[in-house]
């Protein structure tokens, strides 16, 4: 059982932040459509890289809030994450696969590999995704108090979804 900080208004449902980096993904696969073949490379790597600074930050800001909310340290903060919060193991994991497809992106940039190679590479996100939203339904606040804003998410994510393999099937 996760822990409610003092402060949360669980009352007061907020997306914002996952709903950017949701419209950030669509429009990264999408981009194509909004003005040719040099555009989407550069939108996808502008916005790329933009979600994976996204993403490295909020483990680090949530675990420096709650530790100074709690008064403890940041170690013993992300330990107290990792022993008793629900879909953070699955988030750390998630995360790491996200992160590594940079590698594979610095690479292209400096043409140091093939296309194809860095696509085959890029199916891991997919996985770190879904990792991903496993960990938002499963410790996210507003998730976990608002059944209906949960529903809200997952429906908004499978739009997401539908759009991904849409877009890669036709």
């Known amino acids: 059982q996760q822990r409610r900080l003092p402060g949360h208004r669980a009352e007061d449902p907020r997306g914002e932040g996952l709903d950017v980096v949701t419209v950030l993904g669509v429009?990264?696969?999408?981009?194509?459509v909004l003005g040719g073949v040099v555009f989407q490379v550069d939108a996808h790597h502008v916005l790329g890289f933009a979600l994976a600074a996204l993403l490295?930050?909020?483990?680090?800001?949530?675990?420096?809030?709650h530790a100074k909310q709690a008064d403890v340290g940041y170690l013993a903060q992300t330990l107290d994450f990792w022993k008793n919060w629900r879909?953070?193991?699955?988030?750390?994991?998630?995360?790491a696969l996200l992160l590594a497809a940079l590698v594979p992106s610095?690479?292209?940039?400096?043409?140091?590999?093939?296309?194809?190679?860095?696509?085959?590479?890029?199916?891991?996100?997919?996985?770190?995704?879904g990792?991903?939203?496993l960990h938002q339904v499963a410790s996210g606040s507003d998730f976990t108090v608002h059944p209906?804003?949960?529903?809200?998410?997952?429906?908004?994510?499978?739009?997401?979804?539908?759009?991904?393999?849409?877009?890669?099937?036709?």
């Open 27 to 32: 429009l990264q696969d999408q981009v194509r």
């Open 148 to 170: 209906a804003f949960r529903l809200r998410w997952c429906a908004l994510s499978a739009a997401v979804l539908a759009a991904l393999l849409l877009g890669r099937l036709v």
């Open 106 to 129: 610095a690479l292209v940039l400096l043409k140091r590999m093939r296309y194809e190679a860095w696509h085959a590479s890029h199916l891991v996100v997919y996985v770190g995704a």
């Open 131 to 133: 990792l991903a939203f």
């Open 56 to 65: 490295s930050l909020h483990p680090v800001l949530i675990t420096l809030g």
């Open 87 to 95: 879909g953070v193991a699955a988030a750390i994991v998630g995360t």
